[in-house]
């Protein structure tokens, strides 16, 4: 489209048309120009008795356009009186689609398909005349003939909003017009701007409107003439549609009363409610003012009685302009504010509205429909005065990013319409199927998902074209449309409708160029109808080729493969042969003689034969629901064949009377499958069969849980597709004989979900009556509860493995998932439970029913015994189902509605006392209706925030403590909102409302800080964020799961968990995992039985009933009931069969995985780093003084780690931690020495007094108890190792004399052990209740240490009687002033000090003696993890990355008042010094004066700290992040390293230190490489990001050169070329370009290996005349699919040329495998031998020549190599694998020596251009090595 600059501020379409020449523009009827008297003009006259044969068009020709983009159409008209008229109006929306807007005052009411909407037009009329009278009376307006009355009126159409609101698609421009008889027209125009008729120019230069405010008056050429004395209003009609008064429902055109007297008529008394009268504004301001002070002033409330709001009032209206805002989001500044101040009053804007509310519907790649609403009106009104906000239209407002903020992400559901279809594609790696409204593209090896959205109701049928590259599918219901899509891009091509209702069929011939549909019509008889859409790719029309009307039953039809005027066609009663001639379809029937009565359900071709084939020697199968199978000739129309599947005899044994052919049930076949080799059927008795196409026997069956449905081979015949009734999808590979379930699916509306936020499982209720728990990564079912109860109601323990679930009759059971038992059911409730929730600390539990009642439980105990029972206090009903009760955050109070439907009640959560009674039904004064509460949500990051749904469509913003309306939120959905929830930090809220979901910014005021989302096809029943706050869940017609894109907050505060440690009882029984016997999937040798769910079906709970074992069994049939466990003598449970998903699991895993402790909301705790990497225990490491390469250097500091760094400033000892290795470093030299001898990562680090002694600890490989090794420090030697704890070891300590050390274990075993340090043996151990985080000896007293941990301050002394010793332990809990916290450090002061620090920021000061707290100050904002006390000084590292030292001379005067605290001691404790670092501080040591120390991040940085001057200097830095790449600088003097987190860092190579780092945020770094040496001006280094882009950074400068984006993906390598003229990158998708490093230009884009990641890049510097090839480069390039292609390039002549492509045999993965990278590498000696590794048939190294073109040698390896490069000296290979191995071989001999320094999989390695020196690198472990030789 050309620019539309021309179009603006209007265009005249008349007079862009020449309509007086009548060429563009046709006239048709009795069209003729006269004279009006009054606008003093010639108009237009269109009339005739007909309207249809009289018009005016534009443009003339229907397939032109007038391409005007002007979103508002404007038409100057006068219905003619008493006639009817009509106008069409064609517009395009972006998405490419033809849409009518047609008006008539003939329609009766509102009509609309896709393609054409239809509005009643109501004519308005003079001024007092009966008929205006008559009309203000009417609600829908009077449609009908025009008054005799009637006025010319001004029409403004909002064509982009009519677009977006009704058919959810975006306006693009007016294609054309046409106005039928009966009216006088006058002009048409199109505008940008919206144009008020009304006023002059002048009076718009009075009131500040400006076309650039895009508003204004009309243009005069188009105004009509307004006699002085008169108003515009009393002589024209001005009607704006979609209006923005009350008339939107109604879906009508017609005139908004403006008159303002009638706005303000008295409304009619309300029972209930005193009569509300219309005053002027500054009236009302005083009523209401005066209304709030008589609510607000106070009043003593009866004794024992709840207080209740009885009233809100309202005030004024404010001005839309921000310096005039009355409201703020600090509540408590606005009501101190507010009382010493005088109120004012303001007047509503000119052009304030209540209107409509308009959504903008686009789609997002594909994936998303979102939407924003405008011009809504918002009521915010803060404490004391709430304030009507009205917003002004150009005032310009804040919003709510990103956009869109919701992603779909995954659905599990399938089905919705029918269970009848799902396609393969060619390919056969995906398969397409429906969930209701939204058509499913899925990958069976990754469960990725795609999704088509554009349908409004569930999807009836499917089809692809033979390619399956065009997809097909139509909707069910009332508008049955059809849409056909590009399959490959997801774009819509056609929608179109010929069926009135039910199609249920469709059909694409072979070449996508004939599409066949089977529905109703609106006669409700069958309809056949043939479309041609040979075109449609192209963006050609799709016409009717055929169409016919039938009285014969249809169940399938489809087109011939091999014909396209073929058909063939089954139903009851019937086989049919369809044919297209001239036009015309034509059927005729097949002779099935005695089988004419059956019910055929499926028909097929034979597939496979040759096209050469003649039509009449083809064959039909057929099927029927009797169990017969037909073979139809088709040529002589008549059965060839027939066989029928009927029951084995055995089942029936009993019966006199054997079963012959025709006797006797058969068993039901609903559908049949054919394909070149054999023949697939799906029956009702759960089975699908495949068979030999002579149907001799069946060679293969698969058992399903439900009937089959359909059935569908793959276009290779290796796999079979099976659809069942219960809405389950899977596939039977052929070969392999295995089955893989893709989808799971509720048959019917999910009722409500909660998620487990730990474990990232997904409950479900469900109204089909089952309970289902699903994996949210892999969408994988692992759990299914039946009973015959129907479940309603779900929510997730916080922390525990454990969920309830609520039921239809009342009952209330909790389950264990664990061990898969019930361990509770209570029976307190008498209706349905509408509400289950559980307080977020984990302790209580909640329930409510629908008879009123409300229950209390206990949570910490297994029995969840009943607290309390309240009666009558939750409103009635199960409309507010699933989640009619919310728990704030801090577990205080619980709300609900009740006791009636207009009261919200505030309990205390812990007694269920109620505190606070909200009625919202008064909080309207005006509203004709009482307002009803539908959902509460309190607010998790204010507890005095609760959230009130309403029925008239509002949130309201409540204070939880006094009562008072906060804020509100007017017109938050179309229809009312059926969920609320709000998000962890307070920042966003989520409603639902029918089938939409809507996310808000929480602070914003205004209303347009939504997005709205659609995908539902049914209304939404619940909706939540997820636990990590990542995702969004929401449940109806399936489980919606959407990705939640917006950033979280970087404050420390917000990244902190919220979840509570959890403490497994002792009593709680274990599992005898060991014991049980897990399905296999097989029930029959024959037929493999699909991967099953597990089923736990309870019922009636038998007390008496003996205790018995538990067991899984793999037989359904042999096993009709089963015992059960006895799990307390209070309470037994019947349980039936249950069958593990995991099927791979071993018992002893799964033993292991049981009552697993959560994690302490403590940073301080150490968590080790998730590998799924193992070492290789069979390695031989080389002989001391024989090594090939010797470890140089260790580069970084795990920030990981805790307390995992020493120094000792007398001995001048400085040791950390770096992966598995310790490391010794002097910082005089800067050399290091490495203390080798674990082989995980190491959590903690402790030294002795003397400094002779370094103890270090992490787990082992094995799984088995940590490895604690004693290293001697002046010889580097391991003198001793133990092991005590079975988890991680949290903190390791030496007494003051150094005769004890301390070992502490993690939060999985919380437990102490005490050791003698001079021969390390265990003197005694303890175990306490919950995790401790830190723990130090006395510094005064050797028997005297401390812990702090989860439950408090540990006190402990050392008794020792000769030999033994004795642990004494004394735990103090937390002072009431901190609250429920965690204390995370502690350091002694003087005796008897102790200071300790809270996750909260607190110090508190005890006395060590008498365990009393003294003194408690707030020393931080969040978790303190780090004490240190010197002196009067007392250091403070926190998660704020702040460093403090604080000045505690206090103290002294405490120890002379004799423990007595002042607020003046207190006063005196105050910040002496103060510095922010990189990161979260983890570990700390300074000198005896606090003056210089050392202090280690999360960062991974070590840095010195001086406080004389307040400096920090960087000791030791390293990644945080994985490390992608590490490379070597032509001259070795320095190194580069990329990584996750996005930066590149530049380090010398004989020092070690970072020289400079270039970030880029959000992003991440892939590859990096140097330029090379013939680039002589400035060195170079260029990366390679997650995004696409290339940035080169120049050195001497450290800024960036340039920035390049030849990838849409993410780049995997990157390198120079030889001579650095160009840079060659490759990315993800396979795609290699060729860039100039100077102008940032794509040279070239080689696209040889698209589709394959590139794992490997490499340039080097060789003649290729010997190759036969001009060029003086050669580089190759490796894929992931073992292809590797070797080129030729001269890049000055522009030359590149391929010199080989090498291709390497592998077998086919499982799926389950992680495949080795292929990585190949010229040889440095020789460039024509390339390298290369990779998965394939063997582990090995090829060398590949490229001369002789052959593989010139193999060497066999142990592992799968994940890294490898090739020193140019000695003919050396460095290869890496997961196996933790990094492994040095010598490429003549085969010679090998293996190296196991790493902690983690070694993913890269690089030799230095010397080959002198190594880098090895395993996640962010950088390992530095000096080359030796082999």
């Not at 037009?121 to 009355?149: D, I, M, N």
Request: hydrophobic share 35%; aromatic share 8%; glycine share 6%.
């Amino acid at each position: 489209m050309a620019s539309k600059a021309w179009q603006n501020p209007y265009v005249n379409i008349f007079k862009h048309v020449k309509i007086e020449e009548w060429r563009k523009s046709a006239k048709e009827g009795e069209v003729s120009t006269f004279r009006d008297k009054l606008l003093k003009c010639p108009v237009f006259r269109i009339s005739g008795v007909i309207p249809e044969n009289s018009y005016i068009l534009i443009p003339r020709n229907t397939k032109q356009s007038l391409e005007l983009t002007g979103h508002f159409f404007y038409l100057l008209f006068r219905p003619s009186a008493g006639k009817y008229f009509l106008v069409h109006i064609d517009v395009a929306s972006k998405e490419g689609q033809i849409v009518r807007i047609s008006f008539s005052n003939m329609f009766p009411e509102f009509k609309f398909t896709p393609t054409w909407l239809q509005f009643p037009f109501v004519c308005g009329a003079a001024k007092g005349s009966v008929y205006e009278t008559t009309a203000k009376s009417a609600k829908h307006g009077l449609v009908g003939r025009a008054p005799g009355s009637v006025r010319w009126t001004c029409l403004m159409l909002d064509l982009q909003d009519i677009l977006s609101f009704y058919l959810n698609c975006s306006y693009s421009h007016l294609k054309s017009v046409k106005l039928f008889a009966n009216m006088d027209v006058k002009n048409m125009f199109t505008s940008d701007l919206l144009l008020d008729p009304g006023i002059s120019f002048t009076e718009a230069k009075q009131m500040g409107h400006s076309f650039l405010q895009g508003t204004g008056p009309i243009p005069r050429e188009m105004s009509f003439p307004v006699p002085k004395g008169t108003a515009w209003h009393d002589l024209y009609d001005h009607i704006k549609f979609p209006s923005e008064g009350t008339k939107l429902p109604f879906n009508s055109i017609q005139k908004e009363n403006s008159d303002p007297e009638t706005k303000c008529t008295s409304k009619q008394s309300i029972p209930g409610r005193g009569a509300s009268r219309c005053v002027n504004l500054s009236r009302a301001v005083q009523d209401r003012v005066s209304l709030i002070q008589q609510i607000t002033s106070p009043k003593l409330p009866t004794r024992n009685q709840t207080p209740v709001v009885s009233s809100v009032p309202e005030v004024g209206v404010v001005s839309s302009h921000p310096k005039d805002w009355l409201v703020h989001n600090d509540f408590q500044h606005q009501e101190s504010a507010s009382s010493n101040s005088q109120q004012q009053t303001y007047s509503p804007s000119s052009d304030a509205t209540d209107g409509g509310i308009h959504v903008y519907v686009h789609s997002v790649d594909g994936l998303s429909i979102h939407g924003e609403e405008s011009e809504e009106e918002l009521v915010c009104s803060p404490v004391p005065q709430p304030v009507s906000l009205t917003l002004s239209k150009g005032f310009k407002q804040q919003k709510l990013l990103p956009d869109p903020i919701l992603r779909l992400s995954r659905i599990i559901g399938f089905g919705g319409a029918s269970t009848k279809h799902a396609l393969w594609t060619k390919s056969g790696s995906e398969v397409v199927y429906p969930c209701h409204a939204i058509i499913i593209s899925m990958k069976i090896s990754s469960n990725q998902q795609r999704f088509f959205i554009g349908h409004t109701d569930k999807v009836s049928a499917l089809t692809f074209n033979g390619s399956t590259t065009v997809l097909a599918s139509a909707q069910t219901g009332n508008n049955s449309v059809v849409r056909v899509w590009d399959y490959h891009n997801g774009n819509c091509l056609a929608m179109f409708r010929n069926h009135a209702h039910s199609l249920s069929c469709l059909s694409f011939s072979s070449g996508a160029a004939v599409l066949c549909g089977v529905g109703k019509d609106v006669h409700n008889k069958t309809l056949v109808v043939v479309w041609n859409t040979l075109n449609v790719r192209k963006g050609g029309p799709v016409t009717v080729l055929a169409k016919a009307h039938t009285e014969v039953d249809i169940n399938t039809m489809k087109i011939a493969f091999f014909d396209d005027t073929r058909m063939v066609s089954c139903g009851r009663d019937n086989i049919r042969l369809w044919r297209i001639r001239n036009g015309t379809l034509r059927s005729c029937p097949v002779d099935l003689g005695e089988y004419r009565s059956l019910d055929f359900s499926d028909v097929t071709f034979e597939e496979g034969n040759a096209s050469h084939k003649h039509v009449d020697d083809r064959t039909l199968f057929a099927c029927s629901r009797s169990g017969h199978i037909f073979e139809i000739d088709y040529g002589r129309v008549s059965v060839k064949n027939m066989r029928r599947l009927l029951p084995s005899q055995q089942q029936h044994a009993s019966r006199r009377e054997k079963w012959t052919f025709n006797t006797g049930p058969g068993i039901a076949i609903n559908s049949i499958s054919v394909s070149s080799s054999f023949c697939a059927t799906g029956c009702e008795d759960g089975f699908m069969r495949l068979w030999p196409l002579d149907f001799s026997a069946v060679f293969l069956e698969a058992e399903h849980e439900g009937p089959v449905s359909m059935v569908s081979v793959s276009v290779d015949s290796q796999k079979v597709l099976a659809v069942t009734s219960t809405g389950n999808l899977g596939f039977l590979d052929v070969s392999s004989r295995e089955y893989s379930t893709l989808m799971r699916s509720h048959t019917d509306t999910v009722l409500g979900f909660s998620v487990d936020g730990i474990r990232r499982h997904l409950t479900t209720a469900s109204a089909d009556g089952t309970l289902r728990i699903w994996n949210m990564d892999s969408l994988h079912q692992l759990f299914d509860f039946a009973s015959e109860d129907s479940p309603c109601a779900v929510a997730f323990h916080p922390h525990e493995q454990t969920f309830c679930c609520g039921f239809t009759s009342g009952i209330v059971r909790v389950f264990d998932i664990s061990n898969a038992k019930l361990l509770a059911e209570h029976r307190q409730h008498r209706g349905e439970v509408i509400g289950l929730a559980f307080s977020p600390d984990g302790d209580f539990m909640h329930s409510a029913d629908a008879q009123g009642s409300l229950a209390l439980y206990d949570a910490s105990e297994e029995d969840h015994s009943v607290i309390r029972v309240a009666c009558n206090v939750v409103a009635r009903g199960t409309e507010r189902a699933p989640d009619a009760l919310t728990v704030s955050g801090d577990s205080r109070f619980l709300a609900f509605v009740g006791p009636s439907q207009n009261i919200v009640t505030i309990a205390d959560a812990q007694s269920l006392d109620e505190l606070l009674h909200v009625d919202v039904s008064i909080l309207d004064v005006e509203s004709p209706q009482l307002d009803v509460a539908l959902k509460v949500c309190f607010s998790p990051a204010s507890t005095e925030h609760l959230l009130i749904a309403t029925s008239a469509n509002k949130i309201l913003w409540v204070c939880t403590k006094s009562g008072r309306l906060l804020r509100e939120v007017s017109n938050v959905h179309k229809h009312q909102c059926s969920s609320l929830s709000v998000n962890e930090d307070s920042r966003f809220l989520l409603t639902a409302g029918h089938n939409t979901v809507k996310v808000w910014d929480y602070n914003l005021p205004l209303h347009n800080n939504s997005q709205m989302f659609i995908g539902h096809s049914q209304p939404i029943r619940q909706v939540g964020f997820t636990p990590d706050q990542m995702g969004v869940v929401s449940v109806g017609d399936a489980i919606f799961l959407w990705d939640f894109l917006a950033s979280p907050r970087d404050s420390p505060a917000d990244a902190k968990s919220c979840l509570k440690a959890s403490h497994t009882s002792s009593q709680k029984a274990d599992t005898s995992m060991n014991a049980l016997r897990l399905s296999n999937g097989m029930p029959r040798q024959k037929a493999p039985f699909p991967s099953s769910p597990p089923r736990l079906d309870f019922s009636a709970i038998n007390r008496d009933e003996p205790a018995g074992s538990f067991s899984i069994c793999e037989d359904k049939q042999d096993n009709p009931g089963f015992p059960f466990n006895r799990l307390d003598s209070r309470l037994a449970v019947s349980f039936l069969k249950v069958t593990d998903m995991d099927n791979n699991m071993s018992p002893h895993i799964a033993e292991l995985h049981q009552n697993k402790p959560a994690r302490p909301d403590c940073y301080k705790h150490f968590v080790p780093r998730l590998k799924t990497s193992y070492l290789d225990q069979t390695i031989v490491p080389p002989q001391p003084r024989e090594e090939g390469i010797k470890l140089k250097a260790v580069i970084g500091y795990n920030g990981n780690g805790r307390n995992n760094m020493v120094w000792s400033p007398d001995q001048g000892l400085f040791a950390y931690t770096c992966g598995s290795m310790v490391v010794v470093e002097y910082l005089h030299t800067g050399s290091q020495r490495h203390l080798q001898g674990h082989t995980e990562e190491i959590s903690c680090l402790a030294i002795t007094n003397d400094a002779q002694i370094v103890a270090s600890a992490a787990g082992s490989g094995d799984g088995d108890k940590s490895l604690i090794c004693i290293w001697d420090v002046q010889n580097g030697a391991c003198s001793t190792t133990i092991s005590y704890h079975r988890g991680a070891v949290q903190s390791l300590a030496f007494s003051r004399d150094d005769r004890f050390f301390l070992s502490v274990g993690d939060f999985s075993e919380p437990g102490l052990a005490l050791w003698s340090s001079k021969n390390f043996h265990l003197l005694s151990s303890a175990n306490v209740s919950g995790p401790i985080h830190d723990a130090a000896f006395s510094p005064f007293t050797s028997d005297h240490m401390a812990c702090v941990g989860s439950q408090g301050v540990y006190f402990c002394v050392v008794y020792t009687q000769g030999q033994e010793v004795d642990l004494k332990i004394q735990r103090m809990a937390a002072p009431a002033e901190v609250g429920d916290v965690e204390f995370a450090a502690l350091c002694y002061h003087m005796d008897p000090f102790l200071f300790t620090s809270t996750n909260r920021g607190h110090v508190c000061a005890w006395d060590a003696n008498t365990q009393a707290c003294l003194i408690i100050w707030e020393a931080d904002d969040d978790e303190i993890g780090v004490l240190l006390c010197r002196g009067n000084r007392l250091f403070a590292g926190s998660s704020t990355r702040r460093l403090r030292v604080w000045d505690i001379g206090a103290m002294k005067r405490i120890t002379s008042k004799e423990k007595a605290c002042s607020a003046e001691d207190r006063e005196t404790i105050s910040v002496e010094r103060e510095i922010m670092l990189d990161g979260t501080t983890i570990s700390a040591a300074f000198d005896n004066t606090m003056d210089m120390g050392i202090v280690g991040t999360t960062a991974g940085t070590l840095w010195y700290i001086n406080w004389s001057d307040n400096s920090a200097i960087r000791l030791v830095s390293g990644h945080k992040a994985k490390v992608n790449d590490a490379v070597f600088s032509f001259d070795e003097s320095h190194f580069a390293t990329c990584s996750e987190d996005g930066s590149v860092r530049v380090w010398t190579t004989h020092s070690y230190e970072l020289v400079v780092q270039f970030q880029v945020l959000n992003q991440a770094c892939g590859c990096v490489c140097w330029s090379p040496a013939s680039i002589k001006d400035h060195t170079r280094v260029a990366a390679g990001y997650g995004d696409g882009t290339l940035r080169i950074f120049q050195l001497a400068s450290t800024e960036m050169e340039i920035k390049m984006h030849p990838h849409q993906v993410a780049v995997t390598a990157i390198q120079y070329s030889a001579h650095g003229h160009v840079i060659v990158s490759a990315g993800k998708n396979g795609l290699v370009a060729v860039s100039n490093p100077t102008s940032g230009a794509t040279l070239r884009v080689i696209r040889d290996h698209k589709g394959a990641t590139i794992t490997t890049v490499q340039c080097v510097n060789e003649q290729c005349k010997k190759f036969g090839l001009e060029g003086n480069e050669l580089w190759l390039a490796a894929g992931a699919d073992r292809r590797v292609s070797v080129w030729a390039a001269d890049w000055i002549k522009e030359k590149c040329d391929l010199l080989d492509w090498l291709s390497f045999p592998a077998p086919a993965p499982s799926q389950d495998d992680c495949l080795p990278p292929s990585i190949a590498a010229f040889s440095p000696e020789d460039h024509s031998l390339v390298v290369y590794t990779g998965y394939g048939v063997e582990k090995e190294l090829l060398f590949y020549s490229l001369s002789k073109k052959q593989i010139i040698k193999k060497i066999s390896l142990p592992h799968w190599v994940s890294c490898m490069s090739l020193s140019s000296k000695s003919q050396l290979v460095a290869v890496g694998s997961k196996e933790r191995v990094l492994k040095l071989i010598k490429s003549t001999s085969g010679v090998f020596q293996d190296f196991c320094q790493h902690s983690d999989s070694v993913q890269t390695c690089h030799f230095s251009p010397s080959g002198a020196l190594l880098f090895s690198v395993a996640f962010n472990e950088i390992l530095l090595w000096e080359v030796q030789g082999l």
